[in-house]
């Protein structure tokens, strides 16, 4: 089960996986997540199915390697299998022929709004992309991405590729060529997502983001993912991912993210370092 | 030692040896350390083997409650299991955390007299001394009927259905949305009341009387019910639980340090994050801790707030000590720990510092009232009494809802308008023909021994249908 059949590097610290998952494989739609715990001691975390083949049996996972987890898997191997893998969780993003479509994905938010793209050219749609990193050799799936969309526009940070600046920037250059957008996705980091929303909202182009609170079940048992949006709270885990950007309440969601910063820096440190990490064992400990 | 009937009403009831309170507040080990022989055996001879004994209809799944005392008393221990086993599966869980006091202990002869015979811990006693014996027995598996049945969820409810039917001789496979199996019994309740040894033990003999657990399915997401009849089962049992966890619904209540009990005992037992960080998942540990609630629940999220380190821990409860529905002996435990109590207190605002953390919470003072539908005296609020607890994080407990995975993708399967899925009581049958459920998603947040005994009558009405 969960059998990792191959591993590819993206870009320094960012792997694709492509595993054995038949019958998540089958049921899996853009949009949706699977949740997975590496090993025995293992956190559980979600992770977005950047692609999935029925035929094969194969779901397609993209992992930036961000904290101890993470991390971990980023060292597993071809052959090697995930202990635990739970899916497809989340609503399906909402595929429709809208017209004129810009997706937008920054950092490791290709690979989640890679799938959707094509969905979405495949239903007929004019999907313009625009994707970013902060350096060329952090981009990711260019040519997967020039596939899916009708048209692809690059930003990177620091200018080493595309368009210097923000994928913002390159949606700006867009919009000032009057290219009229009937709908937006934007997948990527929280100040990305946010500023997108900050240009679309005064445009009035409904603009869809997939949210990534911390989560645990996965199921709507826990409420650790609860986000507001439009006032309401919301469980990201069985109400989104996606929701309408305009509505949400993103100072809200920072927060939350950061609830585990230490934990998550000590839990890498041991990770990295440990024999160094012994001694910092005990602290904190009711044992 | 055949001792008459006034010998034994002298004897008084026997308490079973506990960790010292003030130790057992900073560790998760067990807090009962169950009977001694010696103990078992002159406890079980307090019974008075009543010719129509009342204790019987108090158990909701009628175990012989009389027989295996006798035999405890006799000193057959390995027997006095079996006897359990006839009709319930999990005693060594029950023994733990049924409330007895409201069950088959109640009705009880000697509670009129005194005090009733300790039941519970007389069952834990026989599931732990046969278990610890290496002695279990395992069925004989009957003749396969060919039939294979679906069971939603690894719960009391659903790991009894299974371990019935395959008794019965039917093809089980259980499907659960978690890693682990036990419902709430592995997410929820904390290793020390119940420890997962003992529960993983009991989930292995169901599984050795021959049904399957797949964990990490989510049935209406991975497969749909519909796609599991599809595919060939010939009838399922939904037993997923009251998993949706309530909020009050107040402002603060999405600030960082405010969690869901489900969420913080998920993290706690099912994820082991007191060990953290030897395992991943970490925890937020509070110095001052409150949990809002009188229940179960609320006792078990406070008692590990204690126990990860909180100098503080605070039960806040709108009703009075009275009204609290959790079981007496854990409302016991948590006063000797130093849970502090405060009664008649409705939470109405959390108050959060601009990091976006918990500094406080504001509450308002309540007196009772008169009775409402339940009969509990309402609590009603005292005009400007409001005050503020200084707290840094707040475990909500108030309760939970029906987790609606399972009835929005299954069309045609009738709840009420709390989600609750609706069934013939008798038979646990819904509205889809050889659909059954039982259990919270049924009753709304009840007990393991009622989750159980829906597992039982609905194992046999399935049955019954299955052969019709
Ligand atoms: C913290 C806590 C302490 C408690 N203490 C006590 C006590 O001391 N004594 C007592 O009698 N009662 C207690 N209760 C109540 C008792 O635990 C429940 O009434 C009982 O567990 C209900 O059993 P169940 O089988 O219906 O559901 P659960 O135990 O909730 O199990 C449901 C299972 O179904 C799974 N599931 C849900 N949806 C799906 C799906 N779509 N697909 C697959 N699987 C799914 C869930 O993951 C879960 O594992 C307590 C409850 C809590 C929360
Ligand atoms: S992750 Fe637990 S409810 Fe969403």
Partial sequence: MNLILEKRELAPQACLFVVKAPRIARKARPGQFIILRPDERGERIPLTIADSNPERGTITLVVQEVGKTTARLGRMQKGESILDLVGPLGQPSHLEKFGTVVCLGGGFGIAAIHPIAKALRELGNWVISIIGARKKELLIMEEEMRLASSRLLIATDDGSYGRPGFVTDAFKDLLEEGIQTDYCIAIGPVPMMRAVCKITEPLEIKTVVSLNPIMVDGTGMCGACRVTVGGKTRFACVDGPDFDGHQVNWDELVKRQGIYLEAEKLAMEMFLHPEGACHRRGEGDAH | MPIDTKERLKIPRQKMPEQDPRARATNFEQVNYGFTLELAQLEASRCIQCKKPTCIPGCPVGIDIPGFIKLI????????????????????????????????????????????????????????????????????????????????????????????????????????????????????????????????????????????????????????????????????????????????????????????????????????????????????????????????????????????????????????????????????????????????????????????????????????????????????????????????????????????????????????????????????????????????????????????????????????????
Avoid at chain 2, 140 to 166: H, W
Avoid at chain 2, 199 to 205: P, Q, T
Avoid at chain 2, 213 to 238: M, P
Avoid at chain 2, 381 to 397: C, G, L, Q, Y
Wanted: hydrophobic share 40%; charged share 25%.
């Fill in chain 2, 73 to 468: 008393e006799v000193g057959d221990f390995i027997g006095a299991a079996r006897k359990l086993k006839e009709k319930n599966c999990l005693p060594a869980i029950c023994g733990r955390v049924c409330p007895q006091e409201i069950q088959c202990e109640t009705p009880c002869v000697l509670s009129k007299k005194g005090r009733s015979v300790a039941i519970g811990h007389l069952e834990r006693f026989a599931a732990d001394y046969e278990r610890e014996q290496g002695e279990v027995l395992i069925p004989p598996r009957p003749k396969p009927s060919g039939k294979m049945v679906a069971v939603v969820g690894s719960g009391p409810a659903g790991l009894t259905a299974a371990g019935e039917l395959a008794k019965m001789g039917h093809e089980v496979t259980i499907f659960e949305a978690l890693h682990k199996p036990g419902g709430v019994l592995i997410y929820g309740i904390p290793e020390f009341r119940l420890p997962k040894a003992v529960l993983m033990a009991e989930v292995d003999y169901v599984r050795q009387l021959g049904a399957e657990i797949e964990c990490n399915a989510v049935i209406g997401k991975r497969e749909t019910v519909d796609e599991l009849l599809a595919s060939g089962y010939d009838a399922i049992f939904l037993g997923t639980g009251a998993g949706l966890p309530n909020f009050m619904g107040i402002p603060g209540e999405n600030l960082n340090g405010v969690y869901s009990a489900n969420e913080f005992l998920t993290r706690s037992n099912l994820m082991k994050a007191y060990l953290f960080p030897e395992y991943d998942t970490p925890i937020v540990r509070g110095k001052n801790v409150a949990v809002i609630g009188g229940g179960d629940t609320a006792m078990d999220a406070v008692r590990t707030a204690k126990r990860l380190g909180a100098k503080n821990a605070y039960i806040v409860y709108r009703r009075s000590r009275e009204e609290m529905p959790a079981r007496d002996e854990e409302i016991h435990h948590a006063e000797e720990e130093g849970i502090e109590f405060r009664l008649l207190t409705l939470p109405k605002r959390i108050l959060g510092n601009d990091t976006g953390w918990v500094v406080g919470m504001e509450c308002l003072q309540m007196k009772l009232g008169e009775p409402d539908e339940s009969g509990r005296r309402r609590p009603i609020p005292i005009e400007d009494s409001e005050f503020v607890i200084e707290v840094d994080t707040v475990v909500v407990a108030i309760g939970t809802g029906a987790n609606p995975l399972v009835p929005r993708t299954t069309p045609g399967l009738e709840t009420n308008k709390w989600g609750n899925i609706l069934v013939d009581e008798a038979t646990g049958q819904t509205s889809r023909r050889g659909v059954f459920a039982g259990g919270d998603i049924v009753r709304g947040g009840a007990t393991v021994i009622l989750a159980m005994g829906d597992g039982q009558r609905a194992a046999r009405a399935i049955n019954e249908y299955l052969r019709s």
